[in-house]
């Protein structure tokens, strides 16, 4: 494993990277120099490290990059506080060119998701396969009232002196049916998220257009996408519900960190599906 600092357009990046050493024992005759590398990118308030498990599993099977979203765990923050999720995709697109990686499978939590949808929209040649990891549901596509009912009093909430308590109450809600170890994780690294940091991200989250960013890239040729959800994300706006195209799994007994909840069961769900034809 090697831990690297690489050039982004808003600042240094931090990039964990595990190369491919050797073909992995279940893989039968696939060598690790002809897997699709995979490149992983966290959701809010989390970090490289948040990707430990499916790091570990691909360890030898095939090239496994983990990376710190600008402001995030040991990467610089960006100067006024820009972290949309196209602005996110352009460090994502300078680490896979500083890596000489042409061509990867995208992985994306959360937040991490859009981030993943924002760059494999723009460059679909980059992105083999796309996974989202329990992605966010396309809020855009509220209705203009609902949007004034709930948003505008969040986001006005966020904007006040009270803001962190705010913050800390919707990842409480996004932890139901969580592990004690990943609730104390996940909250730990909300009560030090940055103000301007939580703010820019949360009103970006509920503006992105994620079907349109996923209608964009898979009408590339040989675009691939996959979920992998926790059981709570059924809604009627969810990615897979408004565009079945995107295949889905869901993990048993998970929260929205379902990488944390189930490491073992979220890896093997995602190296079966890179391996899939």
């Not at 939590?109 to 040649?125: D, I, K, Q, R, T």
Request: aromatic residues 6%; glycine residues 6%; negative net charge.
């Amino acid at each position: 494993m090697r831990s690297l600092t690489i050039a982004g357009p808003a600042g240094a990046l931090h990039v964990v990277d595990h190369p491919a050493a050797g073909a992995h024992p279940a893989a039968g005759a696939h060598p690790a120099r002809e897997a699709l590398p995979v490149v992983l990118v966290h959701g809010m308030v989390a970090h490289a490290g948040f990707w430990e498990a499916p790091l570990a599993h691909a360890s030898g099977r095939r090239r496994a990059v983990a990376i710190d979203l600008r402001g995030h765990g040991a990467s610089e923050p960006p100067a006024g506080a820009d972290y949309a999720p196209s602005a996110c995709a352009a460090d994502v697109l300078a680490v896979l060119d500083a890596l000489a990686l042409p061509r990867v499978a995208l992985v994306g939590h959360s937040y991490g998701a859009l981030v993943a949808l924002a760059a494999a929209a723009a460059h679909p040649e980059r992105v083999a396969r796309l996974v989202l990891a329990d992605p966010p549901r396309d809020f855009s596509q509220v209705p203009a009232a609902g949007k004034a009912q709930h948003f505008t009093p969040y986001i006005a909430a966020l904007e006040a002196d009270g803001w962190r308590d705010t913050a800390v109450a919707t990842f409480n809600e996004a932890l139901a049916g969580s592990t004690p170890a990943t609730r104390e994780t996940v909250l730990s690294r909300a009560a030090a998220v940055p103000h301007d940091q939580m703010l820019d991200m949360s009103r970006h989250l509920l503006e992105f257009e994620a079907a349109s960013a996923l209608d964009r890239y898979l009408a590339a040729p040989g675009a691939r996408a996959h979920a992998i959800l926790a059981p709570s994300n059924a809604w009627p706006l969810s990615l897979h519900v408004l565009r079945p195209a995107l295949t889905s799994v869901v993990l048993p007994g998970t929260s929205h960190w379902l990488m944390l909840d189930a490491p073992a069961a979220f890896a093997a769900a995602l190296e079966a599906w890179l391996d899939a034809p």
